[in-house]
Structure formats: C-alpha cells, structure tokens
C-alpha cells in the first residue's frame, strides 16, 4: 500500500515563530489532507488539497502531486496551534481509505 | 451541515463484554468510513460503506469486530468479547463522493478494564 512519511516528528516554538511541515508519499494520490489533532483528540479538517495551494488564514499548503510531496505553513504561531498535524492521503490504488502518517507534534510555547 | 456525530464519547468496559458504537454520519454524505487510533499513531482504516453495502475491510478487523450500515444511514460498530488490546479511540468518517475530504467524528475513546 501507499507510504506517508511525515516530517519532522516533533517541533518546539516559541509563539509567533513560523514553521514548516513537511508530508512524502510513495504513489500517486487522488486525495490529500491535512488535520489538526487537538488535545481532546478532535480530528480538525485543515485542507483538503491533493494538488496545488491553498490558504486560510495563518495557515496555507501546498501539493505538488508530480514530485510526491505536500508542505503545511504555519505562520505567527498560537499556543492553541498545538497539538499533532496529521497528513492523510488516498490513493496507491484505493479510492476509499486514508492511509495517514505518523503525525508531527506541535508544541507552541508562551 | 451538523458534523458526523458518534455515541458515547467515552466508554469504560471489563475484559470479555460486548460493546456497540454508533456513528450518524453528516446527511447526504454516502460513504462512511471507521478507523481506530491507538496512542501515538494516525488513524488506521477499518472498514467502509457506499450507502448501506459494506465494501472494504481492513484485515485489522477480526472476527470479533462487525459493523453495519442498515438503510445507509447511522453506522453501528460492535466489538465482542473484548479483549486489553481493543483499548482505542474508534473514529467514524464520512464523505460525499470519491474524491471528496472525509469529514471525522469526535471519536470514541475504548477503555478495557
């Protein structure tokens, strides 16, 4: 089945910095998204975004599905940002399931 | 559009009893989808449904485990005899289409005495 790797598996801020996470898949995907994780184990929908750009608000992604890879932004971080980035893709021949990466856990510090 | 909803929130039970989920997905969305996190890892599928048919299982879904779909409405998820390794948050998803963002329940957070 389809491979997601998620990078780096953990992350420290200080509120206000920016950041960079980072999502490798082995296959081509029809679906890609990225969740938010809250500490009460909320599953946020943050993109939905198997190719191209998209922002909202603080946050913005990008797919370049020909090269395998999805980037999520955080810019001015919040405490309340933290938590477990998860991205999620369908494909490698299912058009059903997500298969998900391990996360990268968030911590955004006062 | 009220969000996929999922019953209980929390459920405590002791090792060997029998235990139902419920899951009503956001109206109109066709598919439904469960999956189970442990700690420290994504979501991993389990099964899903196109409608009422049950179209996909994950081999991670023994024998013990059943999930229906009756009238391609709510879902219902069923662990018999449950043993310490159920312990899990069991997540309910459900989507418009192929090709359209699953949206994900609140969960159900399993505890096995």
């Known amino acids: 089945g389809i491979q997601v790797e998620q990078s780096p598996p953990d992350l420290i801020l200080q509120e206000g910095a920016n950041s960079t996470l980072r999502c490798n898949f082995s296959d081509s995907v029809n679906n890609l998204q990225w969740f938010h994780q809250n500490p009460w184990g909320q599953l946020i929908n943050l993109f939905y975004?198997?190719?191209g750009t998209k922002q909202n608000g603080r946050l913005s992604a990008t797919t370049v599905a020909t090269e395998r890879y999805s980037l999520l932004y955080i810019s001015s971080s919040q405490t309340t940002d933290s938590g477990v980035y998860f991205c999620?893709?369908?494909?490698?021949?299912?058009?059903?399931?997500?298969?998900f990466g391990k996360g990268t856990l968030l911590t955004v510090n006062p | 559009d009220t969000g996929v909803s999922q019953d209980p929130r929390h459920k405590i039970t002791k090792r060997g009893q029998n235990v139902t989920f419920r899951c009503d997905p956001i109206?109109?969305?066709?598919?439904l989808y469960w999956y189970r996190q442990t700690l420290g890892q994504g979501p991993e599928f389990l099964t899903y449904?196109?409608?009422?048919?049950?179209?996909?299982k994950s081999r991670l879904l023994s024998d013990r485990f059943s999930a229906e779909r009756p009238k391609g409405s709510f879902s219902t998820l069923e662990i018999q005899r449950t043993e310490q390794g159920d312990s899990a948050m069991y997540l309910c998803?459900?989507?418009?289409?192929?090709?359209?963002?699953?949206?994900f329940g609140d969960g159900t957070r399993l505890s096995i005495l």
């Open positions: 975004i198997p190719s």
């Open positions: 449904f196109q409608n009422e048919a049950q179209l996909e």
């Open positions: 999620a893709v369908e494909g490698g021949g299912s058009n059903y399931k997500l298969t």
């Open positions: 109206s109109e969305h066709n598919r």
């Open positions: 998803a459900s989507s418009l289409e192929t090709n359209q963002p699953q949206h």
